[in-house]
Antibody
Framework: EVQLEESGGGLVQPGGSLRLSCTVS????????MHWVRQAPGKGLVWVSR????????IYADSVKGRFTISRDNAKNTLYLQMNSLRAEDTAVYYC??????????WGQGTLVTVSS | QSALTQPASVSGSPGQSITISCTGT?????????VSWYQQHPGKAPKLIIY???NRPSGVSNRFSGSKSGNTASLTISGLQAEDESDYYC??????????FGGGTKLTVL
């Protein structure tokens, strides 16, 4: 069974940093691109970032460019999102998702990040 | 990148059919056959229900169907059931090699 499990969320002050992890199982992680998608409370889904299967290429939404870094460790079957200079508007549930061609499937259960003083 | 435009809400009675639209531009929906649709129940992770405009993953009911015309994609749910009440999101690949989601549509089964 394919599974994705996010961790690392929590409460952080504005300007602070947090690193999210997404541990996967049930498929060959190194063969797939991966995404991060977020959802602010009561709001819609917003794409955040994508990384190639070997980590050689990354791309970001304009709203997080220069502040967030996506990375992966294929030996540990783990995807990461390093979030710096956090703002209140970054408050959201963050989902990792496997990129199957141009769609997102499956998704993890998400981890909540709250940016507040 | 602006979000794709979806109606905030739609409703229908059991057994009826409903259609949810998803409008973008020639740089996303209109430029690629890479539109996908997701169902999200409250407090749950999104679930893929349509990919590449009109393809259904294994295990998804054939009551769900997708189509596209120009810059607008559509999700149709036929034979509405109570369990279909959920939020629905469209997504498209873009010419900037990024992805964009719609704002979401809340489906109410009356």
């Amino acid at each position: 069974e394919v599974q994705l499990e996010e961790s690392g969320g929590g409460l952080v002050q504005p300007g602070g940093s947090l690193r999210l992890s997404c541990t996967v199982s049930g498929f060959t992680f190194r063969d797939y691109w991966m995404h991060w998608v977020r959802q602010a409370p009561g709001k819609g889904l917003v794409w955040v970032s994508r990384i190639y299967s070997d980590g050689s290429n990354t791309i970001y939404a304009d709203s997080v460019k220069g502040r967030f870094t996506i990375s992966r460790d294929n030996a540990k079957n783990t995807l990461y999102l390093q979030m710096n200079s956090l703002r209140a508007e970054d408050t959201a549930v963050y989902y990792c998702s496997r990129a199957t061609h141009y769609w997102f499937d499956p998704w993890g259960q998400g981890t909540l990040v709250t940016v507040s003083s | 990148q602006s979000a794709l435009t979806q109606p905030a809400s739609v409703s229908g009675s059991p057994g009826q059919s409903i259609t949810i639209s998803c409008t973008g531009t020639s740089s996303d929906v209109g430029g690629y056959n890479y539109v996908s649709w997701y169902q999200q129940h409250p407090g749950k992770a999104p679930k893929l229900i349509i990919y590449d405009v009109s393809n259904r993953p294994s295990g998804v009911s054939n009551r769900f169907s997708g189509s596209k015309s120009g810059n607008t994609a559509s999700l149709t749910i036929s034979g509405l059931q109570a369990e279909d009440e959920s939020d629905y999101y469209c997504s498209s690949y873009t010419s900037s090699t990024t992805w964009v989601f719609g704002g979401g549509t809340k489906l109410t089964v009356l």
